[in-house]
């Protein structure tokens, strides 16, 4: 059983990918993560030793905190953060629980490189519609929750990302791309290894919607329908993207907790239905 200050990996992988996921911290040593060089989705790394110089950035968030094995180090470091106010746990376990337990783990050098203030920043066309929505809240959800996202006239985009030392993405020629029949979301969930099932299917629904094969999936017309609705109402891509967001939460949500249930009307009596006139 955890302690109060812990925090299961079956309680952890159920909030990751949602609003509601905490703030992750790997604070391995080096030579451990040298060994395992894959971070848990969302975390960032930082020096145990320094861990107090988080408490301002921290303030007002849940965070999770783990080492290798969940022991001294995520231990110490947490109860400095909780001494400062931090609402902090470890992870029980630590890495090795989480993937001993056949957890999504992102390579790190699959990672894009942050700016000075920690965020992430890339660049694709104006006017987002599927996969120009679907990859950032992917990004937001599983790599990184602080990500920037730009969206600009098409012609624009390369040399915006050269200028803006921005990633591109879903345009013609980049590596975060279409790859033949697979769509950009594709893409980045087999770079970043995040090989769930809900994910996979996710990534159905997303491919069918983006590509008008709506056969693939039966919700793809739905996502589309959906996706065109929202265009039409914000004329602020930065709006429609923060929309968007929970449109990709509601589909992730079912695709991974309610695919299996139905809805009916009206619903079966379970006795003689009262006739008019008897």
């Known amino acids: ?12 992988s159920r909030i990751i990918g949602t609003p509601d996921s905490p703030t992750i911290i790997d604070v391995r040593i080096d030579e451990d993560f040298d060994a395992d060089p894959q971070l848990l989705p969302t975390a960032k ?3 145990f030793n320094d861990i107090s110089s988080l408490a301002e950035a921290l303030k007002d968030k849940r965070v999770v905190v783990y080492c290798q094995k969940g022991k001294k180090i995520s231990q110490g470091s947490i109860a400095i953060l909780r001494e400062m106010g931090i609402n ?17 783990l992102i390579p790190f050098d ?12 890339w660049v694709s066309k104006q006017r987002p519609k599927i996969d120009r929505i679907a990859c950032p809240w992917l990004i937001r959800r599983f790599i990184d929750p602080d990500a920037q996202f730009l969206f600009v006239a098409p012609s624009e985009v390369l040399d915006v990302a050269d200028k803006f030392n921005a990633i591109p993405f879903d345009v013609e020629d980049v590596f975060w791309s279409h790859r033949g029949e697979l769509c950009t979301f594709d893409t980045m969930l087999e770079e970043f290894d995040l090989k769930t099932k809900a994910l996979a299917h996710l990534a159905t629904i997303v491919r069918g919607a983006d590509t008008n094969q709506h056969q693939l999936a039966p919700e793809s017309a739905g996502l589309l329908a959906a996706s065109l609705g929202l265009s039409r109402m914000y004329r602020d891509d930065n709006e429609q993207l923060d929309a968007g967001m929970m449109i990709y939460d509601a589909f992730y949500r079912w695709a991974r907790d309610a695919t299996n249930e139905n809805h009916d009307w009206p ?12």
């Open 267 to 278: 619903q079966a009596s379970t006795g003689q239905r009262h006739l008019k006139g008897n």
């Open 45 to 47: 790394r930082w020096p």
């Open 88 to 104: 902090a746990e470890s992870l029980e376990g630590g890495h090795f629980a989480w993937r001993d337990a056949g957890k999504p």
């Open 110 to 121: 699959k990672l894009p490189l942050a700016n000075t203030n920690g965020r992430t920043v």
């Open 1 to 12: 059983m955890p302690s109060p200050t812990e925090i299961t990996v079956a309680q952890l």
